[in-house]
């Protein structure tokens, strides 16, 4: 028996291994859509013995901490004052060690270590869950309507958390879910 230990003949890549793959030559790849910046105007040079600027810049770096510090604590008050209009519904959040669920007035999001998923209500089709029978597994399932499909579990700290838990996650669906 021969076998061959290296060919010149490329790999054939089909769509089931190569998720770039376009079968037929009529059809293109999307191309990206990339954000054109406006071009902005360059900014003149100055020239430091000349500029009266920069003669009180020793005042004006005085003056520089406070009012950043300001400038940071209107944006942490914009930011929670964004936060208590987002809170205005029923929210359902519950969490483990590793991961979190969270059902609110923006959709719903999914969070396991690092990583996130956000779903926007406009694009879910159907919210599914699914309690354990036997263990203490609470999946949340999201169907987008491009018939795919997002689950995450978190594990409730007794069986008696994880009864009330469907309850809770209905009521937030009924505020925010509309059935078309």
């Known amino acids: 028996m021969e076998q061959s230990i290296d060919s010149n003949k490329k790999p054939e ?11 037929l030559p009529g059809l293109a790849a999307p191309a990206a859509t990339r954000k054109t910046e406006p071009e902005s105007e360059a900014a ?37 004052g964004e936060a208590e209009d987002a809170e205005d519904g029923p929210v359902f ?4 060690r590793r991961g979190s669920i969270r059902v609110a007035r923006e959709g719903v999001r999914f969070t396991l270590d690092d990583q996130e998923a956000d779903f926007d209500w406009s694009e879910i089709g159907a919210v599914e869950m699914n309690p ?28 008696a958390q994880l009864k009330e838990w469907p309850a809770e996650l209905d009521a937030v669906l009924d505020a925010y879910f509309e059935e078309s």
Request: proline share 9%; aromatic share 8%.
């Open 93 to 96: 959040e519950i969490s483990d």
């Open 132 to 159: 354990a029978r036997f263990g203490r597994r609470f999946t949340v399932t999201v169907h987008l309507s491009s018939r795919r499909w997002f689950n995450a579990e978190v594990e409730a700290a007794s069986r």
């Open 13 to 23: 890549f089909a769509a089931g291994t190569d998720p770039a793959f376009i079968p």
């Open 44 to 80: 003149p040079e100055t020239d430091p013995e000349t500029d009266p600027e920069l003669d009180e810049a020793p005042e004006a770096a005085a003056e520089a901490p406070e009012a950043e510090a300001d400038a940071v604590a209107d944006a942490v008050a914009d930011a929670e």
